[in-house]
């Protein structure tokens, strides 16, 4: 078998994307022992960069091991007792995703949906949690599905009216869009890395307060074989997943650092990484980024005749979707983007499979090149395959985009 050696694509779909080149190099740093200080110091570091990123001081701030799914399972399965209500709105793929966890822990599910394309108001939402009276709501941020960012901002009011537990899954969104995990009043959130905060899968940050804490705490029951005679058993029943145990694993986190799994140190090295790398720009700074990544990608898709999709008011910043125009095969220019210019942009699922491509901005590819090079790419594609536009306006129109901001920025620096 040959050495491994990927050609060198540039990831312009909707995640994974490529990683910042200093992720890589943590990644491929040696392991110490999972008890070793340095390691435990290491847990302790990603903690504290993490409560940053969410923007918390929740203490119960840490990684589940997994890809993003896991943080969503880990959440879920750990507050969720068989029977309870559950109020999931669907805008996208990922809000079913949502209902199917919250089914296969027994809850009692209650959705509500809006097309494709749009979000929810607060009244939609309040509305449904006087109805159904959820013990918990759970709602994705940015759904990479339809490219729309729902509002959180005034849930958590809402849901602290009620008496509900709110949990958000930010995976797509956190750290190319603003996330406030406080002062939203969010219970619990979980993440991944693949996106904005520039990492690879595997590893899914995830905070909880302490009304989530308490609430799982009485469901802890530590594993046979770990336990002593300190650990009593909580009064409520035992999480029904041992990987997902979320008092398990805060007592691996926590100064007991009771042994639960192995932790994946080199996902531990990478996750601490995407952090630094997040909090030495700015978490301000990065999600200015990547809105002009994003404006400047908008921008030129339109000069590309291309019809942007949904409610633009709430586009992610990271991410468009456009329609595939009706002359082209929409698999064909996928193709050709990938093998002749290495460029991936991505497909779309159920009820948009076939009608838009989704094109990313996000993490290491937030930049003007990879915003240019995709464009330029995507114009010869296109005009290759009988698509119609004004030749080169696309690019220039992503410069303009740059220009405008180099120059406000410029402004309100002087003002300053
Ligand atoms: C909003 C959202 N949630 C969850 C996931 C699932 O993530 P993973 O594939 O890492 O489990 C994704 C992946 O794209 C996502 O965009």
Same mark, same amino acid.
């Given at each position: 078998?040959?050495?491994?050696?990927?050609?060198?694509?540039?990831? $312009?779909?909707?995640?994974?994307?490529?990683?910042?080149?200093?992720?890589?190099?943590? $990644?491929?740093?040696?392991?110490?022992?999972?008890?070793?200080?340095?390691?435990?110091?290491?847990?302790?570091?990603?903690?504290?960069?993490?409560?940053?990123?969410?923007?918390?001081?929740?203490?119960?701030?840490?990684?589940?091991?997994?890809?993003?799914?896991?943080?969503?399972?880990?959440?879920?399965?750990?507050?969720?007792?068989?029977?309870?209500?559950?109020?999931?709105?669907?805008?996208?793929?990922?809000?079913?995703?949502?209902?199917?966890?919250?089914?296969?822990?027994?809850?009692?599910?209650?959705?509500?949906?809006?097309? %494709?394309?749009?979000?929810?108001?607060?009244?939609?939402?309040?509305?449904?949690?006087?109805?159904?009276?959820?013990?918990?709501?759970?709602?994705?941020?940015?759904?990479?599905?339809?490219?729309?960012?729902?509002?959180?901002?005034?849930?958590?009011?809402?849901?602290?009216?009620?008496?509900?537990?709110?949990?958000?899954?930010?995976?797509?969104?956190?750290?190319?869009?603003?996330?406030?995990?406080?002062?939203?009043?969010?219970?619990?959130?979980?993440?991944? +890395?693949?996106?904005?905060?520039?990492?690879?899968?595997?590893?899914?940050?995830?905070?909880?307060?302490?009304?989530?804490?308490?609430?799982?705490?009485?469901?802890?029951?530590?594993?046979?074989?770990?336990?002593?005679?300190?650990?009593?058993?909580?009064?409520?029943?035992?999480?029904?997943?041992?990987?997902?145990?979320?008092?398990?694993?805060?007592?691996? %986190?926590?100064?007991?650092?009771?042994? @639960?799994?192995?932790?994946?140190?080199?996902?531990?090295?990478?996750?601490?990484?995407?952090?630094?790398?997040?909090?030495?720009?700015?978490?301000?700074?990065?999600?200015?980024?990547?809105?002009?990544?994003?404006?400047?990608?908008?921008?030129?898709?339109?000069?590309?005749?291309?019809?942007?999709?949904?409610?633009?008011?709430?586009?992610?910043?990271?991410?468009?979707?456009?329609?595939?125009?009706?002359?082209?095969?929409?698999?064909?220019?996928? @193709?050709?983007? +990938? @093998?002749?210019?290495?460029?991936?942009?991505?497909?779309?699922?159920?009820?948009?499979?076939?009608?838009?491509?989704?094109?990313?901005?996000?993490?290491?590819?937030?930049?003007?090149?990879?915003?240019?090079?995709?464009?330029?790419?995507?114009?010869?594609? +296109?005009?290759?395959?009988?698509?119609?536009?004004?030749?080169?306006?696309?690019?220039?129109?992503?410069?303009?985009?740059?220009?405008?901001? @180099?120059?406000?920025?410029?402004?309100?620096?002087?003002?300053?």
């Amino acid at each position: 078998m040959k050495t491994l050696s990927p050609p060198p694509r540039l990831l $312009m779909g909707p995640g994974p994307i490529n990683c910042y080149p200093r992720v890589l190099t943590a $990644m491929s740093t040696q392991l110490v022992g999972q008890y070793d200080p340095v390691m435990t110091g290491y847990m302790n570091e990603v903690m504290a960069l993490y409560r940053q990123v969410f923007m918390t001081q929740n203490k119960q701030t840490f990684l589940v091991d997994g890809t993003s799914r896991a943080g969503i399972e880990a959440v879920l399965v750990s507050a969720i007792e068989p029977g309870d209500k559950v109020l999931v709105p669907i805008f996208g793929r990922f809000g079913h995703l949502l209902a199917e966890i919250a089914e296969r822990c027994d809850a009692d599910v209650h959705t509500i949906e809006v097309e %494709w394309g749009q979000v929810f108001t607060p009244e939609q939402i309040e509305d449904a949690i006087k109805r159904v009276q959820p013990k918990m709501l759970a709602i994705v941020q940015g759904d990479t599905s339809t490219t729309m960012l729902q509002p959180l901002e005034h849930l958590g009011e809402i849901c602290r009216r009620h008496d509900v537990l709110f949990y958000s899954d930010a995976t797509a969104s956190i750290g190319g869009n603003p996330f406030e995990t406080d002062k939203w009043q969010l219970d619990a959130v979980s993440v991944g +890395l693949q996106k904005c905060l520039g990492g690879p899968s595997g590893s899914a940050p995830i905070t909880l307060n302490e009304r989530y804490v308490e609430l799982v705490g009485k469901r802890r029951h530590v594993e046979a074989g770990i336990r002593s005679s300190h650990h009593e058993n909580g009064k409520s029943s035992r999480i029904r997943s041992n990987y997902f145990d979320l008092p398990m694993i805060m007592d691996y %986190w926590g100064s007991e650092r009771l042994n @639960h799994h192995t932790e994946a140190a080199s996902m531990l090295y990478c996750a601490r990484e995407c952090a630094i790398n997040l909090i030495e720009e700015g978490i301000e700074n990065t999600i200015v980024r990547h809105k002009v990544a994003g404006d400047a990608m908008l921008a030129g898709v339109k000069a590309l005749n291309l019809m942007p999709f949904g409610d633009l008011a709430h586009k992610m910043h990271n991410v468009v979707g456009v329609y595939i125009p009706d002359c082209v095969d929409g698999e064909t220019i996928r @193709h050709q983007m +990938l @093998h002749d210019f290495n460029i991936e942009i991505g497909t779309s699922f159920g009820p948009l499979q076939g009608k838009i491509w989704r094109i990313g901005t996000m993490g290491y590819n937030a930049r003007p090149d990879a915003v240019y090079q995709t464009l330029q790419s995507l114009e010869t594609v +296109l005009r290759r395959n009988g698509h119609a536009m004004p030749l080169g306006e696309a690019v220039d129109n992503a410069y303009a985009v740059y220009a405008s901001e @180099h120059s406000t920025a410029k402004n309100t620096d002087e003002e300053k």
